[in-house]
């Protein structure tokens, strides 16, 4: 499984989160792009390393680059002076690798923070670059082109669901199968709002197969999110952390957020990306 993992961590640090950045739009995110790579190097390298100094030294810098990017978050808000649902879920986004970022430290350093186990650590990793970034700015997108209750509702949940499902890990399993509930009714949203918004609406039959695909995926792979949670809380079957991340987690990441960011980049029609994420709009700048 580490290496599927390390993979799809890598698919984050080097083309989700710079995909995502230019999607942001605004001087937070121009002022983390060029440098990016940067701390994704390094993170990346330490993915493969055996745990030790070396490997921790490198994924500190990764963690560096993410807090970095958190710091934009009130930064934002300042100039924005908008909790609208699709900023609070552009602002979930920014501050989700960090999360990443301390995880894969700790991972690296062998050291069970706050008692989890190293596998969690690890898997806490992509979580937080997928279910965290690119599912909260995908749902802050979409409430920027569709003013709709789902749409707005997903802006909402999305965070909600990410932070539960945090706040869950320190709380136990019940707590987490409330924020695993929570989110997945977010990103079941956010399916729904792209299929009937965006898909819908698009001339450009490359872009209507990525959201399409993007959509659809979330009905499985969430539903497999909340198996294991369910499963973890009450003793029902269900997959083990293996599979789970290798279906869930895979299909999240390809199916999902690889195919929406690259079906936004084409709707955008720009390299750059739009302007500030704001509902109901268009992308200014």
Known sequence: MTVLVNLVVMLGMFAVVPMGLALVGGPEAARVRPWWLLGAVPGALALWLPRGGLATALAVLYALATVVLAAQAPLRLARTRSLAPAEVAVLTALAAPSVAGVALVAERAGYELFGFELEILALTVPHFHFAGFAAALVAGLVCRTDGGRAARAAAWSVPVGT???????????????????????????????????????SADRTTRVLLTVSAAVLVAT?????????????????LSLTWTA????????????????????????????PGPVRPGGRPRG
Do not use: I, K, Q
């Not at 969430?222 to 269900?238: D, F, K």
């Not at 999240?252 to 079906?263: D, K, P, Q």
């Open 222 to 238: 969430m539903a497999l999110a909340l198996s294991w949670a369910l499963g973890e809380a009450t003793g029902l079957p269900h």
């Open 163 to 201: 932070l539960l499902v945090l706040v869950g890990y320190f709380l136990g399993d019940w707590a987490e199968l409330l924020g695993a509930a929570v989110l997945t009714a977010g990103m079941w949203m956010v399916g729904y709002a792209v299929w009937r918004g965006p898909r819908a609406g």
């Open 246 to 273: 290798a279906t869930h987690g895979v299909g999240n990441a390809l199916g999902f957020a690889l195919c929406s960011l690259l079906a936004w980049r084409r709707l955008t029609g720009s390299a750059t990306g």
